[in-house]
Every structure is written in C-alpha cells, then in structure tokens.
C-alpha cells in the first residue's frame, strides 16, 4: 500500500501541495484529475523522488520514500511514465527492455521472455528489433508502459497515458491498464485528463485544484460533488 501523508511542495513563492494525502490500496487503480496546474504531476515527481517534499511522507509498504533517491524509489517497485515517453530512441525495443531489468537477479532468458512477453501485449514485438526512434508518438507510450512493467513493479504512475495516442491504441492501453491491479499484482495512479477513461478505470479518484484535494470518491460520487462541478466539470 502506498500512503501519501500531508504532502507540500513550493517552487520559490508557488505552492504546488499544499497538504495533500491520498492512498492506493494494493490491486488498485487511482485515478488522478484537476485542472491544468493543480498539482498532478508534481505529486508523481514527489513519489517517484523527481522532487523532495518539503513536508509530509510517502510510505511505500511502511518504507518512507520521502529523500531517497530516484533510481533507489524505483528499486523498491515504483515505476513512472511522463506525458512526453522518456524511452532510449537510440536503442531496439529490446534493448529498451533489457535496461530496464539490469537490476535484476534473472538469466539472459529469462529477462528477454519477460521482454518479449510484455511487447507482445503491447503488441510492438514484430517491432523488437527497430530503434526506438523509429516509433510514432503513441507506439513510445505503449514502450514506456511496457518498459516499466517488465521490471515487475509494485506501484506505477502514469502521467497522461492517453494524451496524443490514437483512439484504437488508447482502447488497447485501457485494456492493459485495467488487468494490472489484478494480473499483475501491481496498483496504479493515473493521472488524465481523459475523464471517461478515469471513470472507467480508477476504483477511487481524487480531485486535485490549486495544490489539495478538492474531492474524492468514487466515480459517481466525484461527478455528483457540487464542488467538483463547480471548480472542474462545470469550468
Ligand atoms: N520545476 C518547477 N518549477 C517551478 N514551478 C513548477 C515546477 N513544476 C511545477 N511547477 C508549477 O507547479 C504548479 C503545478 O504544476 P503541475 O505540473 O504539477 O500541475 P498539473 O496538475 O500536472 O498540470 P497539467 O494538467 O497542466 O499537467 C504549476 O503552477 C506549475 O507551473
């Protein structure tokens, strides 16, 4: 389980956290919204160890996060995507994949079934062997997600999964995303601004505006809050 307590965050004069806590149960899918500015992906930066927190905790199964570095947060099961795919464009699909088990205690074999399984499912494997670079904007999304599951994480972040992807990939990475909790023992926080996908995957939501929580709930409850309808839906 991942409890984010009372988390602040200024840049000079701006406070983009003012105090937010939320928490992913194990097998679970949180999905995160706001408005443009409201905090979203400096939460994912907190979490991931982007940014240091200026107050409050992040505790990963007990382990606080807070201070650790990046590559040391994703040791302990925390993968991240971004909105624009930070993948290696020089290099194959499969060796994108093979970078991102290098910490791993596993055979040769056994890391490129792992690869092979996961760009199968993202369905890029006819592609292993072509440089990254070689992908369309959608295709490095579907890479990136792949990329971070086939380090068997705990938790993942991804930040505006849908965002520039064509509808028929978007259909195909909901689908991957609502089997993770459950097939892969593995929880998710999504952040978009694809509303419906948000209802359609998250199990509890939370809205952000100006840096806190404006509301949570489920997906019925956050589009009948008053509030929510007043400072998101309804703007
Ligand atoms: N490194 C930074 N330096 C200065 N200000 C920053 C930095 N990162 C974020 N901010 C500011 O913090 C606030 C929150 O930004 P953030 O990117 O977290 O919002 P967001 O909800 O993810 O927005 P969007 O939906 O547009 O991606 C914004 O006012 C942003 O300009």
Redesign the pocket.
């Known amino acids: 389980m991942l409890v984010v307590e009372d988390l602040k965050k200024s840049?000079g004069g701006?406070q983009?956290l003012k105090g937010v806590s939320v928490t992913l149960p194990d097998e679970s899918i949180l999905g995160v919204i706001?408005m443009?500015?409201?905090?979203?992906?400096?939460l994912l930066n907190c979490i991931n160890g982007i940014y240091v927190p200026d107050e409050g905790s992040i505790r990963l199964d007990n382990i606080n996060l807070v201070g650790m570095p990046i590559h040391r947060v994703a040791a302990r099961g925390v993968g991240r995507t971004f909105?624009v795919p930070r993948v290696f464009q020089h290099m194959t699909l499969m060796e994108n994949m093979d970078v991102a088990q290098v910490a791993h205690d596993s055979t040769h074999d056994e890391r490129y079934a792992r690869s092979e399984y996961w760009l199968h499912k993202v369905e890029l494997l006819r592609l292993r062997h072509n440089y990254a670079e070689e992908l369309s904007g959608g295709q490095q999304k579907l890479l990136e997600l792949a990329r971070i599951m086939v380090a068997n994480p705990k938790v993942i972040l991804l930040d505006e999964p849908f965002a520039g992807v064509n509808p028929e990939l978007a259909q195909m990475l909901i689908g991957i995303i609502k089997e993770i909790p459950q097939q892969h023992g593995c929880s998710v926080i999504l952040v978009s601004?694809d509303l419906t996908s948000i209802y359609r995957l998250s199990n509890h939501i939370v809205v952000?505006n100006e840096g806190a929580v404006l509301a949570e709930g489920s997906a019925a409850q956050v589009k009948e809050n008053p509030a929510v309808v007043e400072a998101y839906l309804g703007a």
Do not use: I
């Open positions: 840049f701006l983009a706001g443009n500015g409201s905090g979203k992906t400096t909105q601004h952000m």
